[in-house]
């Protein structure tokens, strides 16, 4: 293989699929990204065994040919070379590389030994604006278990019915629910995609996209945008039944602005966070709310200005839980439902259903 390109060109597309390439595996071919020269372009591909990211960029091909250069190391090499013109060729087991009047060498593997990565994935489409998307990512990833006890919750429950997509992940302290119209489909879908998956298609996705298309067959889903490809696993199993875990009604409702309910609890969290439990306490009473935190470094008591329906209700909340949540409503007031102190709690906009938020409280001894 032999090809000359530009290294702006090679670096942004490097960058751009090394984000697939695998950091914990025995298999050291998943550490790396294939480049495949063909006609007048190459293209880049890494996958780490769940996503792969396929980039192609312009080139001129003076050797056709595919070689695997290990991945971190030639993206952090490549980036360095962004205002040269670079030429790439394979010599006696290695890649060389070739900028203004020096030449650098890499091992390289054998590209046979890389997986196959299928593309054609489109079975079933669903078409929604690229800013809707993104805001469903941001809303609710977030809320994706971290651990591997039940890889489901790693995922995020996405479906579609009555011209509407919804986002749904919890971790089993809290939920988060996002919703959003859609512009065009070819069949409903369920799936659980991989919260990893979805934040690396919300980075790729830039100003200029108007409308995204997600194609989903059996147990893949794949994003194309521009000259960038991404196809992910979708992780097998049940997702939670969540119409089991929102609470119908409510004992006690509150309205309350948003930005001053979040400005409190991030100076409570301060202190919160001190503490092993991160509490802050909620003591809602006819038009305030006490927002407040005790531990052995200080202590925090403030009030916010509420409407109240119900009855008065104390309830401990783990403060990066509250705080989180708050962040990702884009409401300037946000309805909260109670139901005792030891009943999950529900963030909704004051008016609609577009996102929702459960969160569990905290026991508390006292």
């Known amino acids: ?17 090394s984000k697939a390439c695998s950091t914990k595996t025995t298999n050291p071919i998943l550490e790396c990204i294939k480049i495949e020269a063909e006609n007048d372009s190459i293209t880049l591909t890494a996958t780490d065994g769940e996503i792969a990211i396929l980039r192609k960029i312009r080139a001129e091909v003076l050797e056709e040919g595919a070689i695997c250069v290990p991945g971190k190391f030639f993206a952090d090499f490549i980036k360095r070379l962004e205002g040269e013109q670079i030429t790439l060729a394979t010599e006696d087991g290695r890649v060389l590389i070739n900028y203004g009047d020096s030449e650098s060498a890499m091992q390289m593997l054998n590209a046979e030994d890389f997986p196959r990565i299928d593309a054609d994935i489109r079975e079933k489409r669903v078409e929604l604006a690229a800013k809707d998307l993104k805001e469903l990512i941001a809303k609710t990833t977030f809320c994706c278990a971290q651990d591997d006890s039940r890889p489901v919750l790693k995922g995020v429950l996405v479906q579609t019915g009555d ?5 749904t992940a919890l971790d089993g302290y809290r939920m988060a629910v996002a919703r959003k119209n859609i512009l065009g489909m070819t069949g409903d879908i369920r799936i659980i995609c991989p919260g990893r998956t979805l934040n690396e298609i919300g980075r790729m996705l830039g100003a200029d996209e108007d409308r995204i298309e997600i194609f989903v067959q059996k147990n893949m889903l794949m994003v194309s945008i521009e000259d960038t490809v991404l196809t992910s696993r979708l992780y097998e199993g049940e997702f939670v039944n969540v119409a089991n875990i929102v609470p119908k009604e409510f004992t006690s409702e509150i309205v309350v602005d948003k930005a001053q309910l979040f400005e409190s609890v991030e100076r409570a969290a301060v202190l919160a966070r001190t503490d092993k439990n991160s509490i802050v306490m909620f003591d809602i009473r006819e038009d305030s709310m006490g927002v407040s935190s005790n531990t052995t470094m200080g202590r925090v008591n403030e009030s916010v200005k509420i409407m109240l329906e119900g009855k008065d209700v104390q309830i401990a909340l783990n403060c990066k839980y509250v705080s989180e949540c708050l962040a ?3 409401d300037e007031k946000v309805r909260i439902g109670f139901n005792g102190a030891v009943a999950p709690c529900v963030v909704t906009p004051a008016e609609g259903d577009s996102y929702l938020y459960l969160i569990l409280p905290v026991r508390t001894t006292a």
Do not use: N
């Open 1 to 17: 293989m032999k090809i000359i390109c530009e290294g702006i060109e090679l670096s942004d597309a490097v960058m751009k699929v």
């Open 163 to 167: 011209g509407r997509i919804s986002f």
């Open 328 to 330: 990702a409503a884009a």
